[in-house]
C-alpha cells in the first residue's frame, strides 16, 4: 500500500513540473514574439552645396570640313585606279586615269590644223607685201590686194581658234587624270576598271577631317536668350555662351580629347523644327573621327551659386512629383517634396525642399514610408563627373 502511494507522489510530481516546464516555454515564446523588430539600415548621404557649372547638350551630326565628290570633266573608259581606298590623299593626286588615247589624237589633229592655218597666214602675207607697191603703181587693181589683205585677216583668225582647240585639247587630255581637289581621306571608288564615265559619274568622294565640323541644332528660344545675355557680335561669329570651347561626348560615353569652337549660325531658323543649325569645328588628329558619326555637344551655360546636390538615386518620382526621405535626428524618415533642377554627372541639383548637410537616404528608399526608423549608414558612392 505505501508502494502504490509513493508511485502515485513521483507521477503527480513528474506531472507537475511538466506543467510548470509547458508553461516556462509558452511565457518565453510570447516574450520573443512580442520584442519590436530591428530598425533596417539604409544607406544615407548629406546633402552637398557648392557652386557648380550647368551644361547644356545637344546631339550633334558630325561632318568634313570639306566634302569634294570627285566627278571626271571628260567622257571615257576607265584604265587605271592609283589611290588605296580609304587613305590619306592629297591635293592635285592622281585618283584615277582615263584612256587618254582618243584625247592624245584630237591634240595631234588641232595642232595641225593650227599649222596649216599658220602656213595659209604666211601665204597671205607674202601676197599683201609683194602686192603693196604693185597696186601703188598701178600695176595691179586695187581691188585685188584688198582681197588679200582680207585673206589674211581671215587667216589671222583661223590661227586664233585652232590654237584655242589646241589648247583645249590639251587640257582634255590632262584631264584624262582625275585628281583630288582637296587634301583628305578618299572613300570607297563608285566604279571599275574599264566602266565607261562621262561627266555625271562620281567616281568616289574625298573629305577633309583634320578639323573635322559638327552640326548640332539649338532652338529658336535658345538662340535668343544666348544672343541677348552676351550681346554678341555676329560679323565674329561669337554667339552667347558658344564663345566657350565645346565638349564631345562620343556615342560609348567617352568624352572626346579635344576641346571644339563655333563656326557660325545658319542664317535661317528652320520653320519645321523652329530650331537653327549651328556649325562647330573640332581637332582630329589622326583622322579618328568620321563623317556620319553622332555624339553630343556639351558647353557650359552659366554657373550656379551655392547650387545644393545630392545623388540622383536618392530621387523617387511618384505620379509627377519628385520625393526625398530625410533622416532627422532621431533617426526616422521624413517624406519630402522637392524641386529638382539639372543634373551634374551622378549629382542632381535641388532647386527647393532640403538644407545644406541634411541627410538623405540614398539606398532602400522604395521600402520605406513617413515616420520609419532606420539605422543610418553612410553609403559609398562614385565620383560625381562633370
Not at 582618243?102 to 607674202?126: M, N, V, Y
Not at 609683194?130 to 589683205?149: C, F, G, H, V, W
Not at 568624352?255 to 557660325?264: D, E, H, T
Request: net charge neutral.
Amino acid at each position: 500500500m505505501h508502494k502504490r502511494k509513493g508511485f502515485v507522489s513521483t507521477k503527480v510530481l513528474l506531472f507537475t513540473l511538466l506543467a510548470v516546464f509547458t508553461l516556462a516555454m509558452i511565457g518565453c515564446g510570447r516574450t520573443q514574439a512580442a520584442a519590436p523588430p530591428p530598425a533596417p539600415e539604409v544607406g544615407v548621404a548629406p546633402v552637398i552645396q557648392k557652386d557648380v557649372p550647368v551644361y547644356s547638350e545637344w546631339v550633334a551630326t558630325l561632318d568634313g570640313y570639306v566634302n569634294a565628290q570627285i566627278r571626271p570633266q571628260v567622257s571615257g573608259y576607265i584604265v587605271r585606279q592609283d589611290y588605296k581606298e580609304g587613305s590619306l590623299v592629297r591635293k592635285g593626286q592622281v585618283l584615277f586615269e582615263i584612256d587618254p588615247r582618243p584625247f592624245k589624237a584630237a591634240l595631234d589633229r588641232a595642232k595641225g590644223d593650227l599649222a596649216q592655218a599658220q602656213a595659209q597666214l604666211g601665204k597671205s602675207t607674202l601676197d599683201v607685201e609683194r602686192d603693196t607697191p604693185l597696186a601703188e603703181a598701178k600695176a595691179i587693181a586695187k581691188s585685188q590686194l584688198d582681197n588679200e589683205i582680207q585673206a589674211k585677216l581671215g587667216a589671222q583668225a583661223v590661227i586664233e581658234s585652232d590654237q584655242a582647240a589646241v589648247e583645249q585639247a590639251e587640257l582634255n587630255l590632262e584631264w584624262t587624270k582625275v585628281t583630288s581637289l582637296v587634301d583628305g581621306i578618299a572613300g570607297i571608288a563608285q566604279i571599275q576598271i574599264g566602266n565607261l564615265v562621262g561627266q555625271n559619274s562620281i567616281l568616289t568622294s574625298v573629305s577633309q577631317l583634320e578639323p573635322i565640323k559638327a552640326y548640332f541644332p539649338i532652338s529658336e528660344r535658345e538662340y535668343v536668350l544666348v544672343q541677348k545675355s552676351s550681346n554678341a557680335i555676329s560679323s565674329k561669329h561669337a554667339i552667347g555662351f558658344f564663345g566657350n570651347s565645346l565638349e564631345l561626348i562620343l556615342t560609348d560615353g567617352s568624352v572626346y580629347p579635344q576641346k571644339g569652337r563655333i563656326l557660325l549660325a545658319d542664317r535661317q531658323v528652320d520653320p519645321n523644327t523652329g530650331t537653327i543649325r549651328i556649325v562647330a569645328a573640332f581637332p582630329n588628329p589622326g583622322n579618328i573621327l568620321r563623317p556620319g558619326q553622332y555624339g553630343r555637344v556639351r558647353v557650359e551655360t552659366s554657373m550656379k551659386k551655392g547650387a545644393l546636390l545630392l545623388p540622383q538615386s536618392a530621387v523617387a518620382q511618384l505620379q509627377g512629383s519628385y520625393q526625398v526621405g530625410v533622416v532627422g535626428g532621431d533617426h526616422k524618415v521624413s517624406m519630402r517634396t522637392v524641386k529638382p533642377g539639372e543634373t551634374v554627372g551622378t549629382m542632381w541639383v535641388i532647386d527647393e525642399g532640403l538644407k545644406p548637410g541634411e541627410q538623405v537616404v540614398v539606398e532602400g528608399l522604395q521600402k520605406l514610408k513617413e515616420g520609419t526608423l532606420v539605422a543610418p549608414k553612410l553609403a559609398h558612392l562614385s565620383a560625381e563627373g562633370n
